[in-house]
């Protein structure tokens, strides 16, 4: 079956740097849009941003667009959303899931969520 | 930027209907997903393109379409349905996602 699993939890201080990863195994990984949604703490969910990873085209939410970065290796089958500097309202879970293949912008299947603690 | 509206919270007995509704500009022209989250799980997909059930999801669960109005009903609710509920779609382009704010389902 399709599977996303993302990298662990990660504990940082403000202003540091964090790439975390989402590898996809069971499908052909260059024929989906691979997307990122945020959890803040008790709040719901917010779409991100997605990426291709046959070209590498990529799509921002307004709202999180030059905030962070989405990026891929296909040859990993991997997909990888970064910070340069992150701020305490990062902290949240934050998943990734397949884009679904008629409607990309929404998902069918997720990982398991990583969850970023950025506190000093 | 686009928005979609849910009610952000619906309680009903178990073994009766609870309807959820999202409204959106462009839901018109735009599939809509229905997710459902557990507390302390990642969101699982029970409705998409507006009216498709995946497999494994109960047929209890069912999505309607009228407008730029979305509806996911939940016939014979039973006590594990309990659970945040979340419509999502697209913008009219296509560019980005949105989703709704998010339904809290409590079954009495």
């Known amino acids: 079956e399709e599977q996303l699993v993302q990298s662990g939890a990660e504990v940082k201080k403000p202003g540091e740097s964090l790439k975390i990863s989402c590898k996809g195994s069971e499908y052909s990984f260059t024929h989906y849009w691979i997307g990122w949604v945020r959890q803040m703490p008790g709040r719901g969910l917010e779409w991100m941003g997605t990426i291709y990873p046959r070209d590498s085209d990529t799509r921002y939410s307004p709202s999180f667009q030059g905030q962070v970065t989405i990026s891929v290796d296909k040859s990993m089958n991997t997909a990888y959303l970064q910070w340069s500097s992150l701020k305490a309202s990062d902290t949240a879970i934050y998943y990734c899931a397949r884009g679904n293949y008629q409607m990309p912008r929404c998902f069918d299947y997720w990982g398991q969520g990583t969850l970023v603690t950025v506190s000093s | 930027s686009y928005e979609l509206t849910q009610p952000p919270s619906v309680s009903v007995s178990p073994g009766q209907t609870a309807s959820i509704t999202c409204s959106g500009d462009?839901?018109?022209?735009?599939?809509t997903f229905w997710y459902q989250q557990k507390p302390g799980q990642a969101p699982v997909v029970v409705i998409y393109k507006d009216t498709e059930r995946p497999s494994g999801i109960p047929a209890r669960f069912s999505g309607s379409s009228s407008g730029t109005t979305v509806t996911l009903t939940i016939s014979g609710v039973q006590a594990e349905d309990e659970a945040d509920y979340y419509c999502?779609?697209?913008?009219?382009?296509?560019?980005?996602?949105?989703f709704g704010g998010g339904t809290k389902l409590t079954v009495l």
């Open positions: 462009a839901l018109a022209k735009q599939y």
């Open positions: 999502q779609s697209a913008d009219t382009t296509d560019t980005y996602g949105v």
